[in-house]
């Protein structure tokens, strides 16, 4: 019973019903608040979000998705480079309704959950592609590139760099290693035409964990596509 008792306390996300989070979302809010809750009803059953991950799915994912918005172009198209469960793209594509939020996903079980997600939010500016970000070379290039939890930013450039238009920016959601992987990247970086990469604190509301973005601008690059 008191084991049963703890799990339920678990599962309580802190954030749940704060009225700070409406008025933060705007607009965006009901979409948002409609993704929160299919990833509560479903993310778990389908494999999307670990169980400890429903206890804080407003500050470690949906929040922290959030504060890339500011970053980013208000129109225009956005890459989400393996979005995974939708994030942070689905939250992107909910706050700037003028952009084309690409969801680009290998996995076909995820990239069935984003299109239902997105036509069940009545999101009309995501479009999900299935792909390796590799793959897409060449194909599809976007004037911003976002990615959470993907790979380290030396193997960043290299799937993202060529996605981007010369002038575009890639937005990598990192945490306290972002300065260690941005040294090691540096080479690599300078090759495949990143500029010089920035980390910047992106706070959202007051006493939720500031999220550190990684900002690059592609260079144009002679030679490089
Ligand atoms: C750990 S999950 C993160 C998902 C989501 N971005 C998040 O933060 O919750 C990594 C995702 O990247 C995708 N992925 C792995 N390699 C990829 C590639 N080469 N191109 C695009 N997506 C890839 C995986 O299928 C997976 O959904």
Redesign the pocket.
Known sequence: MAEAQSEATDRVDPLDGDPRLEPFFGTSWPAVLGFHDLLVSQGELRGLVGPRELSRLWER?LLNSAAVVPFLPRGGRII??????G??GIVVAAMLPDAEVVL????ER?TTWLSEVAEQLGLDNVVVRR????DEHGRLVGAAVT?????SLDKLYR?AMPLLQAGGSLLALKGSKAEDEIEAAKHVGRKLGAGVASVVDAPTIEGVEVTRVVRVVREAVPGVR
């Not at 680009?104 to 996995?107: A, K, Q, R, T, V």
């Not at 792909?131 to 590799?134: F, K, L, M, P, V």
């Not at 990615?147 to 790979?151: G, I, L, N």
């Open positions: 994912h989400d480079l393996g979005s995974g469960a994030l942070p680009l996903e290998p996995m995820r792909g390796r970000a590799q990615v959470r939890a993907v790979a799937m």
